[in-house]
């Protein structure tokens, strides 16, 4: 049987929370690549929070995505047919092919995986974008010193794990936050912080406060609203804040309005 491109496209703007109708489902006939150009199948998609900002009319640091074309996103693929001179049939790439089984590429933004040894998801992962996200943020911005409390919120995310175990390894008190117990229990027993903070529970400010009782030095933010509100209260003069996300706004109507109500 000949084989189909299957891909999700954007099929409605959401104005809140996305749902499955915002989506359409979309058969295609296989690209086929012309000179200079490869055919990936992609194997791995990493879905990723800048995703929603995408799908909004507005205006954003990137462009958004057109009603009708295929969602973005990051990918791990594998070249299944090449008529670049700089791919081989078999090469493993991380790409943006987005949210579709095939898509021809003209190599530009392929890059091949650089260590085969390596899981292939780890490259959308801890040594990808969020990996790098983290690091940068953490080390550029948060600059820790040995014995400092760093406190990270979405502890238990992409970019979040990846910046406590930075933490960790900087010889910092971490102090993560994440919500509900089993994404806490992950956070200290798999990922190495030394405390974690359930904010679904409740009590948030008093919790902080007993697993961070020298104060806050570093805080590595990626949800913004009523837990960077809270975590601003208990920093230490000289602290470090790296604002890298701000989630709990992005369901809004719009995410302009939600994140700019916290700082008006
Ligand atoms: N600046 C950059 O270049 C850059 C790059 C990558 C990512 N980011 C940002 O970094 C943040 C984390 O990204 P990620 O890839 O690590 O995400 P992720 O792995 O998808 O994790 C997202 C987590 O955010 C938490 N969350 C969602 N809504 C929330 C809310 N209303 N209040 C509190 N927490 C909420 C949830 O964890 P809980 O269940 O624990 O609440 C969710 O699992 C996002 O804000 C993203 O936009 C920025």
Known sequence: MEEKNLKVVLASRPTGQVELSHFRLVEDALPSPSEGEVLVRVKWLSLDPYMRGRMNEGKSYAAR??????????????????RHPKFTVGDKVLGTQGWQRFAVSDGKALVKLPDPRLPETVWL??????????????????????????????????????????????GCRTVGIAGGAAKCDYVVQELGFDACVDYKAGGLDAALKAAAPAGVDVYFDNVGGEILDTVLRRVNPGARIALCGLISGYGGATSRSATSSRFS
């Open 125 to 170: 992962g801890a040594a990808g974008m969020p990996g790098i996200t983290a690091w940068m943020g953490l080390g550029q911005i948060g600059s820790p010193k040995s014995g400092e409390t760093v406190v990270v919120s979405s502890a238990s995310g992409a970019v979040g794990s990846v910046a406590g175990q930075l933490a960790r390894i900087a």
């Open 65 to 82: 995505v057109e009603i009708g074309e295929t969602m973005v996103g990051g990918t791990v693929g594998e070249v299944v047919a090449s």
